[in-house]
């Protein structure tokens, strides 16, 4: 059972995104720069993007889960140290050993990858833009866990080769937000996770006979 309901949740994230604006710029910013770089990789742009979305990882947990959610959910603080665990494997595996290289080809799972990054992205202003969300309450890619999940492994799909132990931590994280929402009775927040789980089993499905760990 969760220590809040809707409204406490809701009422958190307006507060949570009062105390941290204008970061929510930077984070848009950063995550639009991994986006315009995985498609088209350069020299250097797999660690970049992986340093990026280290950077979101961390970011969620601490943030999120460590400094602000355990104020009212004394499980936050075991979902934060997981996303900062999360944001070190990928610091280590794409930012500093440079495993993570990208690459774009016209196929289904790649498409699914782009569509996916963007989903993640747009997908909460477009809520809030329809009506059914007030604005302060908009979840952001590197600062909130559900857009980074989606964003993450939207990416990841573009990637040349990707390490069995990066999909564990969002996968176990997606199948846990999943049942929260579903408790909470928020119809919006399923759609994220399921994505996300969706999306890491698509990367096992391709990739499980040619993973580099």
Sequence with gaps: MSPY???????????????LWPAQILALLLALGALALAPHPRAGSGRLVGG????????????YYLLHLSEIDFVAPLFGLLLIAQGLLLAWDG?????LSFAF????????????????????PLIAMLGGQDWLAVRVVGLAPAPTLVFTLGLLLLAER????????????????L???WFLGIPADLVLPLAGIAAGLLILWRRTGRVRL
Excluded: H, K, T
């Excluded at 930012?95 to 495993?99: H, T």
């Design 179 to 181: 049942a929260l929402a």
């Design 105 to 124: 080809r016209s196929d289904s799972s790649r498409w699914a990858g782009l569509a996916l990054a963007f989903a993640a992205l747009m997908y909460e």
């Design 5 to 19: 309901d809707a409204d406490a949740l809701f009422a958190f994230l307006e507060q949570y995104n009062r105390a």
């Design 162 to 177: 990707v390490a069995i132990y990066l999909l564990v931590i969002p996968i176990l994280w997606a199948i846990g937000a």
């Design 52 to 63: 990026i979305l280290s950077a979101a990882w961390l970011s969620s947990g601490i943030l």
């Design 95 to 99: 930012a500093i050993r440079g495993r």
